[in-house]
């Protein structure tokens, strides 16, 4: 056999040593058989499957890109490496970053599979050129390992990024958001339609909070329990100044106090808070703001000042 054939049958074999791996961690954890009814019955309980209606649907009027989520879906529903408690724990993040269907658990789940093997594959495929252990299989063999956890867990980083931005732009217009609930309240406004109303009012300034909002009043207005309505709003969000914004209305409704009054307060608070914020950001900008000038400005500085004497001196040496 030529050197390449043999590397390429190592490679192959490195492939397959990972999905052996992975089929006996499989086997060993959920313990056969009976463990894995089990494990499926539990999964079946606390997870949402993939219903016929939305196959059906997206046959018949999505595109490439719902068919691709739809089998991505499916995959993922059906990757026995993950337990209930991580699924659940994926469930709360992706609510958190806007993803509030049933299937966005899954579609993440196939994500991290499907990235890490293919992380996996091209540094098995490019493992040779790895430099001080490229040339060892057994180096490869760990690179590649290492590759494949590092892919899985890289669309899970992407998502809490998402999640991170996502509060820091519902945080900005808080605020905004509890002035205009004040206006509201002090119309008369109960609080499922003061909510509905800032949540139309936001629609074009914050989108993620309108959303949020929007979903609050229409909870309120299907259940009628206002305590695990304004509880969710918090879980979903995932702000200190939203937990105490639900914490003052509970309160408010719980002792009847004047809802008006506290929230004139909050709204006050968190305005001076937001402003405290922007002038430490203001306030950092100078220091961060020294590297860039001596890296980028400085130099042109120098080269437009001295730029004119270096020359005539080169001038006169080379008279000389």
């Known amino acids: 056999m030529t050197p390449a054939n043999v ?110 093997l293919i992380c996996a594959a091209l540094t098995v495929m490019m493992g040779s050129h790895i430099p001080m252990i490229g040339a060892y299989p057994a180096g490869r063999g760990i690179a590649m390992l290492m590759v494949f956890v590092v892919g899985m867990i890289l669309p899970e980083y992407v998502v809490a990024f998402r999640a991170a931005r996502r509060r820091r732009a519902m945080a900005a217009c808080l605020p905004d958001a509890l002035d205009l609930l004040v206006i509201c309240t002090n119309a008369g406004n109960s609080l499922g339609v003061s909510i509905r109303r800032v949540a139309d009012e936001l629609k074009t300034i914050c989108p993620p909070l309108s959303d949020e909002f929007s979903l609050t009043a229409d909870e309120l207005k299907l259940s009628g329990d206002s305590t695990r309505a304004l509880h969710g709003l918090a879980e979903r969000i995932d702000l200190p100044s939203i937990r105490a914004l639900i914490s003052t209305l509970t309160q408010s409704m719980r002792y009847g106090t004047p809802i008006t009054q506290a929230l004139r307060t909050l709204s006050r608070t968190e305005r001076v808070a937001h402003i405290v914020s922007l002038e430490e950001k203001a306030a950092k900008l100078a220091p961060k703001m020294v590297v860039p000038m001596m890296l980028f400005i400085l130099p042109a500085i120098v080269a437009i000042a001295a730029g004119p004497a270096v020359i005539q001196l080169l001038a006169f040496v080379a008279k000389q």
């Not at 595109?63 to 724990?89: N, S, V």
């Open 7 to 116: 590397q390429t049958l190592i490679n192959l074999l490195m492939l397959f040593a990972l999905f052996a791996a992975l089929a006996v961690w499989w086997a060993t954890k959920h313990g056969g058989r009976r463990g894995r009814i089990a494990e499926r019955a539990r999964m079946a309980a606390q997870t949402h499957r993939i219903d016929r209606s939305a196959a059906e649907d997206a046959d018949d009027d999505a595109g490439f890109r719902t068919r691709l989520l739809l089998r991505l879906a499916k995959i993922g529903d059906k990757i026995p490496l993950f337990d209930t408690k991580y699924r659940m724990k994926l469930k709360k993040e992706m609510v958190r970053s806007g993803y509030r269907s049933n299937l966005a658990v899954s579609i993440l789940l196939a994500a991290k599979f499907c990235v890490g």
